[in-house]
């Protein structure tokens, strides 16, 4: 069942719900992200960010993931997060990904809509879905850290209109990383940024902030949330638990604990979501 985006996030669009977007760092991950989509029969999006990249490679990532895709029965695509270049979107093309971001939101506005442009029609070219940022989502993200800088409206509809792309990531207000502090969202521009904009909304950022707000944004218009560093946190937290036995030396008996807790993590995030039976 490896897919693009495209067409699961249009189902959630008209649905009212949101498909979740699982950051993934390695094997165990995968596993994870993947089984708990069969279990709840989600839809699922597995993302891989440019450290990832350099990590695992864009061969790597894909093999596993289209390895355990190719085992289940639900939708699943994988995503490449945040690139900042037409080349590395093409190199993700060529590897296999089947849906791709290009992120030129640290451009000029002008500069921006080219870029966004030219990579959003090699990658439609190719039948892959292609989503773009206007506006800086905050915090840290890997080695990328940024300000939150708005989606301004009257930008956003020009952006989009020239760009053609198929998903549309909003910043409203989220961060990357943990927050500090409860999050403030600004669902009064989310809901300005629904009406004029038909393409399916991106929440990044979704870590950290509370279920209630991850789902008044999607009664919003929001139909894709992205989650990284909660998998993460969770992973590390079941493994360092492991460790305390000082008798493992076997990597499997380490690693099988922080597999358990993403794949919890995620099913809880994938009924947030509303996106359970829905494959």
Do not use: W
């Amino acid at each position: 069942m490896y897919t693009t985006s495209k067409e699961m996030i249009k189902k959630a669009q008209a649905g009212g719900y949101a498909v979740p977007a699982f950051n993934c760092e390695n094997l165990e991950m995968v596993q994870a992200i993947i089984a708990a989509a069969q279990e709840t029969n989600s839809p699922v999006l597995l993302q891989t960010t440019p450290s990832t990249v350099k990590y695992l490679t864009l061969r790597q990532a894909y093999a596993m993931v289209k390895a355990e895709a190719d085992a289940a029965s639900v939708p699943v695509a994988l995503h490449l997060d945040h690139c900042e270049s037409y080349e590395g979107v093409c190199a993700a093309l060529d590897a296999g990904y089947s849906s791709v971001m290009i992120d030129a939101s640290k451009l000029p506005f002008e500069e921006n809509i080219a870029l966004t442009k030219k990579t959003a029609d090699e990658a439609k070219s190719r039948g892959v879905t292609v989503e773009a940022e206007l506006g800086t989502v905050g915090g840290k993200e890997d080695s990328r850290s940024a300000s939150i800088a708005y989606t301004d409206p009257d930008q956003a509809l020009d952006f989009y209109k020239r760009t053609g792309v198929d998903i549309f990531a909003v910043a409203i207000g989220t961060a990357h990383g943990f927050y500090k502090g409860e999050p403030k969202l600004d669902f009064a521009l989310l809901e300005k940024l629904a009406s004029i904009i038909d393409a399916p909304l991106v929440l990044h950022g979704g870590s950290g902030i509370p279920d209630e707000m991850i789902r008044r944004t999607i009664e919003l218009g929001i139909c894709k949330v992205n989650f990284a560093t909660e998998l993460r946190a969770a992973m590390t937290a079941a493994v360092r638990e492991a460790l305390r036995d000082e008798k493992i030396i076997d990597p499997k008996k380490f690693l099988a604990p922080g597999r358990e807790a993403v794949k919890s993590l995620c099913i809880h995030k994938i009924k947030l979501c509303g996106s359970d039976g829905k494959a």
